[in-house]
């Protein structure tokens, strides 16, 4: 069973810091991508940021220089991505959702693909 459990999220004013913490555990063969996604009121849900395996990491236009994303393998079960976001705007409000790209054991021979996201944690800001 693979389980995301995100923290951080909270009310700021503009300007202000917030840092999104997602911890992501389970029988993991790889992880290809761990990244942030946001959905605000009456939107689509869109990236915010992204860090894949082999370290590249993109970033939406409108949260670049503000926005940091980083990840920490501490072994083959865990794996943490934050989300450090500076300068707030009150047009980052939004549910902030952890998501993992990657395959995870299974009973058989092949790993199992999977796209797994968090509950979401909501990111008020206020101008």
């Known amino acids: 069973q693979v389980q995301l459990v995100e923290s951080g999220g909270g009310s700021v004013q503009a300007g202000g810091s917030l840092r999104l913490s997602c911890v992501a555990s389970?029988?993991?063969?790889?992880?290809?991508?761990m990244g942030w996604y946001r959905q605000a009121p009456g939107k689509q849900r869109e990236l915010v940021a992204r860090v894949t395996s082999g370290g590249g990491i993109d970033y939406a236009d409108a949260v670049k220089g503000r926005f940091t994303i980083s990840r920490v393998s501490r072994d083959g079960a865990k794996n943490t991505v934050y989300l450090q976001m500076n300068s707030l705007k009150p047009e980052d409000t939004a549910v902030y959702y952890c998501n993992v790209l990657g395959y995870i054991n299974s009973d058989g021979p092949v790993p199992r693909p999977g796209d797994y996201w968090g509950q979401g944690t909501q990111v008020t800001v206020s101008s």
């Open positions: 389970g029988s993991f063969y790889m992880i290809n991508a």
